[in-house]
């Protein structure tokens, strides 16, 4: 039951993924900017360089001359900034902070002067885990935004909008049935932390290249499709999630393998003939 989801996930693993970063972009409280944040793996009592770029969302370049302010928290306090508000011209800065403790850490941006409109102060906060051993129990899993870090990444980026019926139904899913058992928490738990090692950069890449988004979009459409005949089953017990879950699992390999390497077989001995 572990390796469900993952398994079914298959044809977005084909595509390259450089984890070494990590990388994730959200959009600010109101939505008229995007914020980049990337970061190399983080050693603790060492400086970590965060990559910051502030994204224009209508041409998905890096927005020139943003004031900003950053400030990072733990436990409700801060532990670097607030920094003053602070001008960049070219719209991307690098920040060096010191993570010296485990833990879960939020870091928050106030952004102004968006798009030179005097609009008023934008705000967007990041999750970011410090050292595995807290990683299990500090990413969120009950919640579907991305802003909290444990909302559907991919499908958010492929739909356009957490609200769309194909993440909700996603969401549904994970909240309403796996959660509801202790084997489909136990997943639930392993899980998050193999997608989220490579989900925030398959959604960048998204929000980049909107033919690499239609591919996905075409990648999930069979998955989600026959995810939909959960909502129609009971799954209370521990033999019902797993008996489930084995069903969709066999018919995803035969749509994503089976299929496939049949009309490659079928292709094949065309072509002798």
């Given at each position: ?20 970063t990590n990388s994730e972009t959200l959009p600010t409280d109101k939505g ?242």
């Amino acid at each position: 039951m572990k390796y469900f989801i993952a398994l079914l996930l298959i044809p977005l693993l084909i595509t390259p993924v450089f984890a070494q970063t990590n990388s994730e972009t959200l959009p600010t409280d109101k939505g008229t900017l995007d914020v980049k944040l990337s970061y190399d793996d983080i050693v603790l009592g060492q400086q970590t360089r965060l990559n910051i770029d502030f994204i224009n969302p209508q041409t998905q370049k890096v927005q020139e001359h943003i004031d900003y302010r950053i400030t990072v928290f733990k436990d409700g306090g801060a532990v670097f900034g607030p920094i003053p508000l602070t001008h960049t011209s070219p719209g991307s800065v690098k920040i060096p902070v010191e993570f010296n403790d485990e833990g879960l850490y939020s870091v928050d941006f106030e952004v102004e002067g968006i798009l030179f409109q005097p609009i008023p102060m934008e705000k967007v906060s990041f999750d970011v885990i410090v050292g595995q051993a807290n990683a299990e129990q500090s990413i969120p899993i009950n919640n579907g935004s991305e802003s909290t870090g444990g909302g559907c990444l991919i499908a958010t980026a492929t739909y356009g909008s957490e609200m769309a019926p194909q993440v909700q139904q996603l969401r549904e899913l994970r909240d309403n049935n796996l959660l509801a058992t202790e084997s489909g928490s136990s997943f639930m738990a392993g899980f998050n932390q193999f997608y989220y090692s490579f989900s925030p950069t398959i959604a960048d890449i998204e929000r980049q290249s909107p033919l690499f988004k239609e591919t996905v979009k075409i990648a999930l459409t069979p998955m989600i499709s026959s995810l939909s005949i959960l909502n129609y089953v009971t799954m209370d017990s521990e033999q019902e999630v797993l008996g489930y879950g084995v069903s969709i699992l066999l018919l995803n390999i035969g749509m994503y393998v089976g299929i496939p390497v049949f009309g490659i077989l079928k292709l094949y001995r065309f072509k002798r003939k």
